[in-house]
T-cell receptor
Framework: IAGITQAPTSQILAAGRRMTLRCTQDMRHNAMYWYRQDLGLGLRLIHYSNTAGTTGKGEVPDGYSVSRANTDDFPLTLASAVPSQTSVYFC????????????FGEGSRLTVL | RKEVEQDPGPFNVPEGATVAFNCTYSNSASQSFFWYRQDCRKEPKLLMSVYSSGNEDGRFTAQLNRASQYISLLIRDSKLSDSATYLCVVKGSNSGYALNFGKGTSLLVTP
């Protein structure tokens, strides 16, 4: 089924551990994004990538890193998780920066203890 | 000030009612506007784009007022299945032209 796949769906993690959230899309979209969603704060952009090989910082990038080695994959890494990173993380993609509907994955629910 | 502001609600309306949501945006250079719908514990999905001339899709009507920098969504003849959070979305001029989301307006349609 075409779309965006995120993994894991849910994870409980000890503070200080390293964690990578995976995101893969098969729509050949150029632009990809990572958002976090917290109650009362809405969706906030963490990092983005306009095309393979490029990345940029969003509104709340601290504590997170991304890479975009190819068109399909856009992993998000927490180098040393902290409790404030407890959130629901959504990966999204669209055709380009100027056009196209934004498609979301089903989300990854992360709890940092 | 957040780039996109919405009344969080909740809006509780009976079936068949008409309900309207407004959203304001701060960047006058913004060019693209959307409404997304998010069901509880699910991912957001595009409901409709908002065009300068206004647009309608069945029971849903979206309007854009550039002078006042606000966007509206009108839902007529509300259905139980319309219960969800409605997200106002504006394409930013920075951060790779990523979409900026409002915090969402919660709608509950009751029998």
């Amino acid at each position: 089924i075409a779309g965006i796949t995120q993994a894991p769906t849910s994870q409980i993690l000890a503070a200080g551990r390293r964690m990578t959230l995976r995101c893969t899309q098969d729509m050949r979209h150029n632009a990809m994004y990572w958002y976090r969603q917290d109650l009362g704060l809405g969706l906030r952009l963490i990092h983005y990538s306009n095309t393979a090989g490029t990345t940029g910082k969003g509104e709340v990038p601290d504590g997170y890193s991304v890479s975009r080695a190819n068109t399909d994959d856009f992993p998000l890494t927490l180098a040393s998780a902290v409790p404030s990173q407890t959130s629901v993380y959504f990966c999204a993609s669209r055709t380009g920066t100027d056009t196209g509907e934004l498609f979301f994955g089903e989300g990854s629910r992360l709890t940092v203890l | 000030r957040k780039e996109v502001e919405q009344d969080p609600g909740p809006f509780n309306v009976p079936e068949g009612a008409t309900v309207a949501f407004n959203c304001t945006y701060s960047n006058s250079a913004s060019q693209s506007f959307f409404w997304y719908r998010q069901d509880c514990r699910k991912e957001p999905k595009l409901l409709m784009s908002v065009y300068s001339s206004g647009n309608e899709d069945g029971r849903f009507t979206a309007q854009l007022n550039r002078a006042s920098q606000y966007i509206s969504l009108l839902i007529r003849d509300s259905k139980l299945s319309d219960s969800a959070t409605y997200l106002c979305v504006v394409k930013g001029s920075n951060s790779g032209y990523a979409l900026n989301f409002g915090k969402g307006t919660s709608l509950l349609v009751t029998p």
